[in-house]
């Protein structure tokens, strides 16, 4: 069936530093993948996605590469900040279902 | 343009009680879904309505959840009776039409003790 798995919190980084969350997916076919964002005492965002292989899905500051060959979306940032301490969660959309992973929770630390 | 909009925040009940969840989706979006997650658990679904009718409830883990959309505009999810089980999140999101981004509310955080 259609799954994903991420890397388990929580992350704590320093301001500034490199960050990298792990995100792999099972699925049939070519599904979208995407990263959502959920900040403090809000609803979920969508961060990013990408729709075919070899696709960068890329916003503030934020990166993802559809990787079919290792069924891989890792989300990274060269420099983090203050304000994005949020749970970070992959998914993929397959057959008009958005399917979730179980959430990074990223602290950050000024 | 206001966006999804979820009521209650938060709903504190005793097992065996009632509760209803609403959902206003954007306005003008046809599609729209609920959400669960349970603590530390994956984002589930539960069901997906295109205007009033239900697309896809294959998700509803039980046939003490009812969700209805009368009329196409907004959708309310009721538990009844609720259970420890059903302590959670519960998300709903909205769409223009199939394939295109979801906006989702903040969320009503179900406790049942």
Same mark, same amino acid.
């Given at each position: 069936?259609?799954?994903?798995?991420?890397?388990? *919190?929580? @992350? !704590?980084? /320093?301001?500034?530093?490199?960050?990298?969350?792990?995100? !792999?997916?099972?699925?049939? *076919? %070519?599904?979208?993948?995407?990263? %959502?964002?959920? $900040?403090?005492?809000?609803?979920?965002?969508?961060?990013?996605?990408? !729709?075919?292989?070899?696709?960068?899905?890329?916003?503030? *500051?934020?990166?993802?590469? $559809?990787?079919?060959?290792? !069924?891989?979306?890792?989300?990274?940032?060269?420099? @983090?900040?203050?304000?994005? /301490?949020? @749970? $970070?969660?992959?998914?993929?959309?397959?057959?008009?279902?958005?399917?979730?992973?179980? *959430?990074?929770?990223?602290?950050?630390?000024? | 343009?206001?966006?999804?909009?979820?009521?209650?925040?938060?709903?504190?009940?005793? =097992?065996?009680?009632?509760? #209803?969840? +609403?959902?206003?989706?954007?306005?003008?979006?046809?599609?729209?879904?609920?959400?669960?997650?349970?603590?530390? =658990?994956?984002?589930?679904?539960?069901?997906?309505?295109?205007?009033?009718? =239900?697309?896809?409830?294959?998700?509803?883990?039980?046939?003490?959840?009812?969700?209805?959309? #009368?009329?196409?505009?907004?959708?309310?999810? =009721?538990?009844?009776?609720?259970?420890?089980?059903?302590?959670?999140?519960?998300?709903?999101?909205?769409?223009?039409?199939?394939?295109?981004?979801?906006?989702?509310?903040?969320?009503? +955080?179900?406790?049942?003790?």
């Amino acid at each position: 069936g259609n799954s994903v798995t991420q890397m388990e *919190g929580p @992350v !704590t980084l /320093s301001e500034e530093a490199f960050l990298t969350i792990n995100c !792999t997916y099972t699925a049939t *076919g %070519y599904p979208s993948l995407f990263w %959502y964002v959920q $900040y403090p005492g809000e609803g979920l965002q969508l961060l990013l996605k990408a !729709t075919k292989a070899d696709d960068k899905g890329s916003n503030k *500051g934020f990166e993802a590469t $559809y990787r079919k060959e290792t !069924t891989s979306f890792h989300l990274e940032k060269g420099s @983090v900040q203050v304000s994005d /301490s949020a @749970v $970070y969660f992959c998914a993929l959309g397959r057959d008009d279902k958005i399917i979730f992973g179980k *959430g990074t929770r990223l602290h950050i630390l000024p | 343009e206001a966006g999804v909009t979820q009521f209650p925040s938060h709903s504190v009940i005793e =097992k065996g009680q009632t509760v #209803t969840l +609403r959902c206003d989706p954007i306005s003008g979006h046809d599609n729209l879904y609920w959400y669960r997650r349970v603590m530390g =658990k994956e984002i589930k679904f539960l069901l997906h309505f295109v205007k009033e009718s =239900k697309q896809d409830e294959s998700g509803m883990p039980n046939n003490r959840f009812l969700a209805e959309r #009368t009329g196409g505009t907004y959708s309310t999810l =009721k538990v009844q009776p609720a259970e420890l089980e059903d302590s959670g999140v519960y998300f709903c999101a909205s769409s223009t039409h199939q394939g295109s981004p979801l906006h989702f509310g903040n969320g009503t +955080r179900l406790t049942v003790t």
